[in-house]
């Protein structure tokens, strides 16, 4: 990998600056998908808020920084993650800064689940490569997005999840990514496959052991099978001092269901991009995401949902609670193409500012080229209902209680929708110490 | 005022004439020459000239927009004749010496000029390519203290009040259209309600492209000052030509502590044929401030024509409790392109605005709503609602809603709602089981879904949109 | 009521019917004379709610074969308004929502539209307000209906009753009420069915489309048909309705392995 490729774009330099060689894979269309992934990366610029896409997330900040990549990392000890785990998770993968923990994961065969694949990546890729060469690389299109292009560019390991056909896992699957060194970038990639009729609960939660400044740049790609149903939460409560970029394409085929819920509650600044393609007829998705920040903290939420084939059914509700100088931004397109008949489509962003200083900006967007459709969006912003503050005082809550009460049941709406009740629980009580602190 | 649009109406596009009158038209092309010539022919005063320099020297600097939801070939602005009048024989001192060739034009028009515009009660202001030809009712406004005429008499007449206000809502360098508008206007209306004068009647401005080759650049100037009210009605047409031609106009309000400006548009330029050639490229900027306390801004459009429309009316609510309104129907039909919208932007406190826009698809059409509500820090207690509604017809055609909500202060209120209908078979299946045909079913829908805007809308202007609407739908659905 | 000397309003000939190319109709007989009220019942797929569009004129149904007479005039020679005009009524099954529309204007339009057909008067807002509020006294119908979009938002009860009350208007000679009792519950089935029965009488006819027995408790037909297969497999009287209801259709057993479509 030759870094001259990237010396037009000289912030990058300092991200990419001693990346390691990867080794080459024995598989050629791999190493392809690599070798253009570089290409792209050596072309594409970063983006400025003179894009429309990254209007309100001013990335200098990240371009002023120098990034490395991990060090060794110390082996961590069971101990030191425990207090992550969840209860309900008999599978885990572990990450610590993008290199997988052997040691402190339960990959599936320990399990003796017939057929189903939780593991890492790159040890799996060599034997599992006619199952994973359709999909690896074919959601995240990086043509235009530089952090996908990146991702790939230095595609090298990550969790991978082969659900095989019909299985129904009754455990949810906990990929959990661990940040524990100051100024390093990584990588992680993730790929969830669902075969037809399959059923599956994957969690994704990024973690961090301290309030390091690092960059985690995370691509995962899905594709729910025929029938099949993944329900995806993805959990981002990285350092605050951190940069956190993911980017996740899900393809769904015919009559699947992918349900979705992300938090974001870390981060300095983050970016997650959500698109979801229902490629195939009656197919339905619903995805809900919150974002809770303070400080100055900046939360992006870009999501897309595409509409290409007819009789699919999408929901989606964000919520964004932004305190203190904090900066949440939302911006969901809503995509029927041409000939996607009897969609059924609609999308709400509510937004919640607790501060003076804090912003919301959102761009709940529609664009429709079928005729017999129905679509509705919604977004709304403004502060807590002050009826509902009224009635709650008006019994005898004091008017911080009933301001913390409303809050919390204002992202707690989101965070019921997950379906693993310890993290709920756990949630839960983070949004309410966050509420409080204030 | 039903008469103008009982013409717009007529189909098909029956303002597809040009009238053979002999034109002083200037060399095409735009430097500094040519944006001198104008000015000197125009007589004008020394400061308006540097105010169109100035303005031409920023746009040098300007590149075109690309970010609206439009595509269209290069426009080449050296190939636009920039100035192009009816050529005046003399100095005309009163409707009599029109010339009778162009009379003829209006009545074709239905402009309700001379007698007939006292029979129908407006007082009409009339912009022929890029001069103003004829002001009606002048005398009778100016004994409430009115100025209503075009804004080249203006600048004579009114140098300090125009100077005052030109350019103060929409800068020069605002963006590519209008600093290209700034620096070669032509014409335009000028309008001054003093203080505590209500209109006592509607005023309306009729516009015109008719020489091939030429762009129309005008520039609208209205005043409210403390206390007054107006309400100010638009429509345009154009010939058919099978060249696409240039309108940038801009329009500038500004309503005084408890003024309320109330502007209402019909457009229905040449919107190209079926196949989707010719038509008028129109680039505008609107906008208007809401300066005083307690001041209101309404915009009222209904958009039927042009090739191309680029247009999002605006208001600034500056003062405390100040209000903006936008109420709009956009359809495109054919290879129609629209992307239009508003602009509320909330600076006072307490400041209210409300945006209804409803897009109408049809064809190989593309309607899209692009709009902005931004809540500053200073406006606590902002309120905005916003509903975007969009109808399509046939599958050929597409429909695009952005809103952009951008809220920097904690105790504003957003909300924005937007939802899709639809003319299909069953729609009309049902009028038919009830003894209704499709022509009318049609309008009945589509009045239904227009109703919140048309109600905006002076009476006679409302009925005959919904024809409009009618005309330009025929054939589309069923 | 069945009357010897009725005049025939409906004569059906071996209708067939096809949508996008697969024939749902096929080959139907039915004579309906005034005064007389049908059933036609069926599980779903039999054709009855296509027997039912077909003869109001839909166009996603192609007529393949066969004749319609409705008082003696080829009802394929109409366009679906001119049938409406000419007595055709259709209570749908799923009555279109129409935001914007209100009610009042759009009741009034179909009213007036029939009643210039008939030579009679139209009927200024006013007029029309009091004759209205009057038959939908009929219905229970709140006058409040009055105002909002044509079936906007109204439940499923509220709009088989704005169906029942469009019937009441328009006064067809032929009223096809198509699953009128699907989702409804058991109040506002008594309120549709006491309304159709008020406006049943010797001059018009009725044909009930429906799956379930329920609704003839409430209006007592004189022949009730069974469709099964595109086709009228079997008529009787009221207690053929009653057999169905407890034997099901499958003791029918004809054309048990008709095509599943439709």
């Known amino acids: 990998m030759s870094m001259s490729l990237v010396n037009s774009n000289t912030y990058l330099e300092s991200l990419l600056q001693g990346q390691p060689r990867l080794p080459a894979s024995p598989l050629a269309w791999f190493n392809q998908l690599r070798a253009n992934a570089v290409d792209h990366a050596g072309r594409l610029k970063l983006p400025t808020t003179r894009d429309e896409e990254w209007r309100f997330t001013d990335l200098s900040p990240l371009a002023r920084q120098s990034f490395q990549p991990a060090r060794a990392a110390a082996a961590q000890q069971a101990a030191d993650v425990e207090h992550f785990s969840v209860a309900e998770a008999a599978i885990r993968l572990v990450f610590v800064d993008g290199k997988y923990m052997p040691q402190l994961s339960t990959p599936a065969e320990r399990l003796g689940n017939r057929g189903l694949i939780v593991t890492n990546l790159s040890s799996a890729i060599t034997a599992n490569a006619e199952a994973i060469e359709p999909h690896l690389g074919q959601y995240a299109r990086f043509e235009d997005n530089l952090f996908a292009a990146l991702n790939t560019a230095f595609l090298h390991d990550g969790a991978l999840v082969i659900v095989p056909r019909g299985a129904a896992i009754d455990t949810p699957v906990h990929v959990l990514l661990i940040a524990t060194q100051p100024e390093v970038a990584s990588h992680p990639r993730c790929l969830f496959i669902a075969e037809a009729g399959s059923e599956v609960t994957i969690l994704e939660d990024y973690v961090s052991l301290n309030e390091a400044v690092y960059v985690t740049n995370a691509v995962t790609e899905i594709a729910v099978g025929d029938n099949a149903r993944i329900s995806h939460i993805r959990v981002q409560r990285d350092s605050t001092e951190a940069f956190h970029i993911g980017n996740c394409a899900v393809s769904l085929a015919h009559a699947s269901r992918y349900r979705s819920v992300s938090v974001a509650l870390g981060a300095r600044i983050s970016r997650y991009d959500l698109n979801t393609g229902l490629d195939a007829e009656d197919a339905e998705c619903v995805i809900d995401g919150l974002a809770l920040i303070n400080g100055r903290q900046l939360a992006d939420t870009h999501s897309s949902i595409d509409h290409a084939k007819p009789n699919c059914t999408s929901r989606q509700l964000h919520k964004c609670i932004a305190d203190g100088s904090a900066h949440a931004v939302f911006n969901g397109k809503i995509m029927v193409r041409a000939g996607a008949q009897n969609t059924d489509s609609a999308q709400s962003s509510r937004n919640l500012l607790l501060n003076a200083k804090a912003r919301i900006d959102t761009k709940p967007q529609l664009e429709i080229f079928a005729n017999d459709v129905k679509c509705a969006h919604g977004a709304t912003v403004g502060q807590l209902d002050s009826e509902e503050l009224f009635y709650l005082k008006s019994r005898g809550l004091s008017g911080v209680t009933a301001r913390n009460l409303l809050t919390y049941a204002f992202g707690a709406e989101i965070i019921d929708r997950i379906p693993i009740a310890s993290l709920k629980y756990r949630l839960e009580q983070t949004v309410l110490e966050q509420i409080k602190k204030n | 005022m039903s008469a103008v649009l009982q013409n717009l109406v007529n189909q098909p596009y029956k303002h597809g004439f040009v009238t053979e009158i002999e034109s002083d038209v200037a060399p095409k092309g735009l430097n500094e020459d040519i944006i001198r010539l104008i000015s000197t022919k125009k007589n004008e005063p020394a400061w308006l000239l540097d105010f169109r320099l100035k303005a031409y020297q920023q746009w040098l600097k300007m590149e075109e927009p690309a970010w609206p939801n439009v595509k269209y070939p290069q426009i080449d602005f050296q190939a636009i004749s920039y100035y192009a009048a009816p050529k005046p024989k003399k100095k005309l001192n009163s409707m009599d010496e029109v010339d009778p060739e162009l009379l003829r034009t209006f009545e074709k028009l239905g402009v309700p000029m001379h007698e007939r515009a006292a029979l129908a009660g407006v007082a009409v202001d009339v912009i022929f390519d890029s001069v103003s030809v004829a002001t009606t009712y002048k005398q009778k406004l100016a004994e409430v203290g009115i100025i209503f005429c075009s804004i080249s008499e203006a600048v004579h007449a009114y140098p300090e009040l125009v100077k005052q206000y030109l350019g103060t809502v929409v800068p020069v360098g605002d963006n590519y259209y209008a600093a290209l508008n700034s620096a070669v206007f032509t014409d335009g209306t000028f309008c001054f309600i003093p203080k505590g004068v209500k209109c006592p009647m509607d005023l309306s401005t009729y516009f015109r492209i008719n020489t091939e080759g030429s762009g129309q650049f005008e520039r609208t100037l209205i005043v409210a000052e403390e206390g007054s009210s107006v309400s100010y009605l638009e429509g345009c047409t154009a010939p058919r030509f099978d060249t696409n031609q240039l309108h940038a106009a801009v329009v500038e309000l500004i309503a005084l502590d408890n003024a309320d400006i109330k502007y209402s548009t019909v457009q229905n330029w040449y919107a190209g044929d079926e196949k989707g050639v010719g038509g008028i490229y129109n680039f505008v900027t609107k906008r208007g401030l809401a300066k005083g306390v307690n001041s209101r801004i309404s915009w009222t459009q209904v958009e039927t024509g042009s090739a191309i429309t680029w247009k999002y009316p605006s208001c600034i609510l500056q003062g405390e409790s100040s209000v903006g309104e936008f109420y709009s129907v956009a359809v495109t039909n054919n290879y129609q392109q629209a992307d239009t919208g508003t602009k509320m932007i909330h600076i006072g406190k307490n400041t209210r605005s409300t945006i209804v826009s409803k897009g109408i698809s049809a064809g190989h059409s593309n309607n899209s709503y692009r709009g902005l509500v931004r809540i500053a820090p200073t406006a606590s207690g902002a309120r905005n609602y916003s509903q975007c509604d969009s109808m399509l017809i046939g599958d050929q055609c597409g429909a695009h809603t952005f809103p952009y909500i951008q809220v920097r202060n904690q105790n504003a209120k957003v909300e924005h709602e937007a939802s899709t209908s639809k003319i299909g078979e069953d729609q009309l299946f049902y009028f038919a089981q009830r003894g209704i045909g499709n022509e009318e079913a049609v309008s009945m829908i589509i009045n239904g879904f227009c109703k919140d805007v048309f109600q905006q809308l002076p009476m006679e202007f409302a009925v005959e949109a919904t024809k409009l609407l009618g005309f330009k739908l025929e054939g589309s659905v069923g | ?262």
């Open chain 3, 1 to 262: 009521m069945i009357h010897q000397d009725s005049k025939t309003i409906l004569e059906v000939s071996g209708l067939q019917a096809a949508v996008d190319g697969v024939e749902i109709l096929k080959g139907v007989d039915l004579i309906v004379k005034s005064g007389e009220v049908h059933a036609i019942m069926g599980t779903n797929g039999s054709g009855k709610s296509t027997f039912a569009k077909v003869l109001a004129g839909h166009s996603a149904y192609q007529v393949t074969g066969g004749s319609v007479l409705f008082e003696g005039q080829n009802l394929f020679d109409l366009e679906p308004e001119e049938r409406a005009r000419a007595g055709v009524f259709l209570a749908f099954q799923y009555p279109i929502e129409i935001p914007g529309v209100s009610n009042s204007h759009f009741l009034r339009l179909a009213y007036n539209t029939l009643q210039s057909q008939r030579g009679k008067d139209e009927l200024d807002p006013l007029e029309f307000e009091d004759f209205v509020r009057e038959k939908m006294k009929l219905l229970e119908m709140n006058p409040n209906f009055l105002d909002r979009g044509v079936n906007e938002g109204f439940s499923g009860g509220e709009k088989k009753r704005n169906e029942i009350l469009q019937m009441a208007l328009l006064e067809p000679r032929l009223a096809i009420l198509d699953e009128t009792d699907s989702g409804l519950d058991i109040d506002a089935l008594r309120i549709v069915t006491n309304g159709v029965n008020k406006l049943a009488n010797k001059d018009n006819a009725i044909i009930l489309v429906t799956h379930y027995q329920r609704m003839l408790n409430y209006i007592e037909p004189d022949y009730v048909h069974v469709m099964r297969g595109g086709r009228i497999v079997k008529t009787g009287g009221k207690e053929l309705a009653l057999d169905l209801e407890t034997r099901g259709y499958d003791w029918l057993g004809v054309e048990r392995r008709a095509p599943a479509s439709a």
